[in-house]
């Protein structure tokens, strides 16, 4: 009995890396929560190349045993647009990620975390200066047609149609007269007999003070036609194109 019980303290115990639970330290598998104590470990390289081409399906994390964040990041694409393995990259590239065990990834490769650092922090960049640049471009796009419907001086943007307006502006005729001046395109492959384009005049106050317009015959097809409507009106300060009409 004695000896049993000097055999009994010589056994060595450890912590269940999983559990807490103290045990056998020779033992392959822990008896409290039944996990495997010496699974292998993972690769770097596999890990780093899957977070870095297949990240956003979370592929990585199914490879290091994280089972349930991978299928998060496949019903998300990466949540948040990327950022979830752009963050696990990083950690991977710095050494820090750990599988499933708890154990870090096997034969680091220093030079390659520098290189998909590198790759990953200028993707980032790329990607956040054009996401702002839409996002600006979002908020530009709205605060130019609250203009055009304000002020008549801004250029109409329109698909292209039969008769295109490409360009207009304010302009002085014989005498000092003052007109609207621009050029109309007929974009057809066939002669307009007749065209005309009809402008509204406005005050400084936005009120519809007149109206001009101005015609030509046998607009030829792609030919383009330099009109000139008279602003007759001395209180005008601004103009809209209305329509453009031909046959």
């Known amino acids: 009995m004695a000896n049993e019980s000097i055999q009994q303290n010589q056994v060595q115990m450890q912590k269940c890396p ?3 639970e103290l045990i056998d330290s020779s ?3 822990c008896k409290y929560c039944g996990e495997w104590l010496n699974k292998p470990q993972k690769d770097f390289k ?3 190349l899957l977070c870095f ?3 956003w399906l979370g592929i990585h994390r199914f490879y290091t045993g994280y089972i349930g964040i991978g299928i998060v990041q496949i019903l998300t694409f990466g949540g948040f647009c990327g950022i979830w393995p752009t963050i696990d990259m990083y950690s991977i590239a710095l050494g820090n990620y750990k599988d499933r065990n708890n154990k870090p990834l096997k034969e680091y490769n220093k030079t390659l975390s520098i290189v998909l650092s590198i790759i990953i922090t200028i993707a980032l960049v790329f990607n956040l200066h054009n996401f702002f640049d839409g996002w600006n471009n979002t908020g530009t796009n709205k605060t130019n047609a609250t203009s ?3 002020s008549s001086t801004n250029q109409i943007k329109t698909a292209k149609q039969d008769l295109e307006v490409i360009e207009h502006h304010p302009c002085t005729g014989d005498f000092g007269s003052r007109m609207v001046c621009g050029t109309i395109v007929n974009n057809t492959n066939r002669t ?3 065209a005309q384009v009809e402008i509204n005049l406005y005050d400084a106050s936005g009120n519809l003070v007149d109206s001009t317009l101005d015609n030509i015959n046998n607009l030829e097809p792609n030919g383009k036609w330099k009109f000139k409507a008279p602003i ?3 209180s005008v300060t601004n103009y809209k194109i209305k329509d453009v009409t031909g046959f």
Do not use: E
């Open 192 to 194: 307009k007999g007749y």
């Open 46 to 48: 596999t890990t780093a």
């Open 53 to 55: 081409f297949l990240g």
């Open 148 to 150: 055009q419907q304000q």
């Open 232 to 234: 007759m009106d001395d």
């Open 18 to 20: 999983f559990c807490g």
């Open 27 to 29: 033992v392959q598998k």
